[in-house]
């Protein structure tokens, strides 16, 4: 492919040959797509990820790297120091695009010459969720990664952000940025939970303007059975809040608003909850919260920009 892509399609992986194979077939299969790469970085795997991402060159203007220190953000700051695009697009290796979305994506990128940061639907097969999962909005986001704020275009609210596996974010958001994924959090160290957030809230404040949800790029994530048990969801809570903590703000879900104190929305969401188990999850979730917030406090912790560089 001659020239700089217009896209680049960056995803961490580690040990997912099988799913990782079923998003690379789909980006292959895009349709009124533009011009696009697509940035693999292999964090260690031992299994056959290696010969799955071989086997794509050919049919997709394809960079396989490989990081071998442990954690998701250090493959992904690999990936960003490589890229190419002007839109930059992440994905994890466990979804299936929708035929036209990188169509989509760039549609609205196009179209929104003033928004910075993009986010697509993220569909579940619900018939692996729980009910006391599946009935709760925040849940389903948290556990699973499901978000879906309908069939209309719209910008995000104060403190909303899209989800990983279906994130764009413009090339200059991090125009001189060295490593702006965390690399202290999130899967592969001890706190698995809050690397999206850290890293969104770094280039767009809560208060920001410039993110939209753009219903017609969507995905389809593979979530597993045991993403749902109840030892594990409460232990995804609490590091979630305890990051949100630590950053400062909480999570909001569509309609909260930044008016109102953080009692206030703690206790709005609590009044929300259907069942047991999601009242403690939710309970448990702002423990963290309020013990990350008060660590940062003490620590005198703060999230300030880091050193530019410019790209070459």
């Not at 979305?101 to 993220?122: D, K, M, N, S, Y």
């Amino acid at each position: 492919m001659n020239g700089k892509p217009s896209i680049s399609v960056i995803a961490a992986t580690c040990n997912r040959a099988e799913s990782l194979t079923v998003l690379l077939e789909a980006l292959a299969a895009q349709t009124g797509a533009p011009s696009f790469e697509v940035v693999i970085v292999d964090n260690g795997s031992r299994d056959s990820t290696s010969e799955a991402i071989e086997s794509f060159h050919g049919r997709l203007n394809l960079l396989h790297l490989r990081e071998e220190a442990p954690g998701k953000g250090r493959a992904l700051n690999k990936a960003l120091e490589a890229v190419h695009g002007e839109l930059i697009l992440f994905t994890d290796d466990d979804v299936r695009p929708n035929p036209d979305w990188l169509q989509q994506i760039h549609r609205a990128c196009v179209t929104h010459p003033e928004i910075r940061v993009f986010g697509g639907r993220i569909l579940i097969d619900e018939s692996h969720a729980p009910l006391w999962v599946s009935r709760s909005y925040n849940l389903m986001g948290l556990l699973a990664a499901r978000h879906d704020r309908g069939d209309d275009d719209a910008p995000y609210g104060y403190g909303e952000y899209p989800f990983g596996p279906n994130l764009a974010i413009r090339f200059e958001c991090l125009t001189g940025v060295h490593r702006p994924y965390p690399e202290d959090i999130g899967p592969g160290t001890t706190r698995p939970v809050g690397d999206e957030s850290a890293f969104l809230r770094r280039i767009s404040p809560p208060e920001a303007m410039d993110r939209m949800y753009i219903s017609s790029a969507a995905v389809m994530h593979d979530v597993k059975s045991g993403t749902f048990r109840f030892g594990k969801a409460l232990s995804r809570c609490w590091w979630a809040g305890y990051a949100h903590g630590q950053s400062g703000v909480p999570h909001a879900s569509p309609g909260d608003g930044a008016v109102g104190s953080d009692a206030g929305r703690i206790a709005r969401r609590l009044r929300s909850c259907r069942s047991m188990r999601e009242l403690t999850c939710i309970t448990v979730r702002y423990l963290g919260f309020l013990l990350g917030r008060l660590n940062a406090s003490a620590l005198g912790k703060g999230q300030g920009p880091r050193q530019v560089r410019s790209r070459t």
